[in-house]
């Protein structure tokens, strides 16, 4: 399904039943609404789900130049507005994760509990550079350079040895991504910070990490610890995508959190 918010076009999905509390899922760059389909498999039941493609992902227009968080938080908001859906929990990984922050910190009455998976929420000056490196490669020769980069930089070299299937899905996710949504998305990663504000979060927060994701665990556990009430989840053998990496452990842990009362 597509609908007209904030100036562009977002495909998006619904499953559950009406009158069921809302569950908004937000993708990662360089993936689309389909990463969550482990999710939507067992929460379906209990939830009225949203999944929606980022700016400039898989059938949301992308829109050429960069993007910015700012941008990206105005999306979930004017989406929710198209769709006349008021207060929603919201789920999301990565950049996703940064843009339930984001909405959590920007716009509190929208939120009810919110997920903040693999994400720290804020850019470095190393991390900047190397989102303007890689914005420099897709560029020039567009996204095949970057799949098994990415591949390399998200899943632990025991789940690449492993090889699930879910690797080739998401290589599939990363060679179909817009070059222009992942320049513009990138360059939001590139220039962020919620994690210097996360103490003034109003929402219950659920941070989420999988235990292989480089640094993410560190820079995650400090969110928690900075956010009094948060609550911390750490999974194993997990990398970046923890989602598909560890997906019943993933939905075990967001479930407890949203039944929580």
Known sequence: MHVRANGIVFRYEIDGPEGAPWLVFSNSLATDLSMWEPQVAELRGAFRLLRYDQRGHGGTEAPPGRYSFDQLVDDAVTLLDALAIGRVHFSGLSMGGATALGLALRQPERVGRVIVA??????????????????????????????????????????????????????????????AGFIGCAAALADHDYASQVASAKSPVLFIAGANDGANPAAMSKLHGALPGSRYVELQDAGHISNLDQPAAFTRAIADFLHAG
């Open 118 to 179: 693999d994400s720290p929420c804020a850019s470095s000056q190393a991390s900047a550079r190397q989102w303007e490196e890689r914005i420099a490669i897709a560029a020039k020769d567009g996204m095949e350079p970057l799949v098994e980069a990415t591949i390399q930089r998200w899943f632990s070299p025991q789940t690449l040895a492993r090889n699930p299937p879910h690797l080739d899905k998401v290589r599939a996710m990363i060679r179909a991504t817009p070059v």
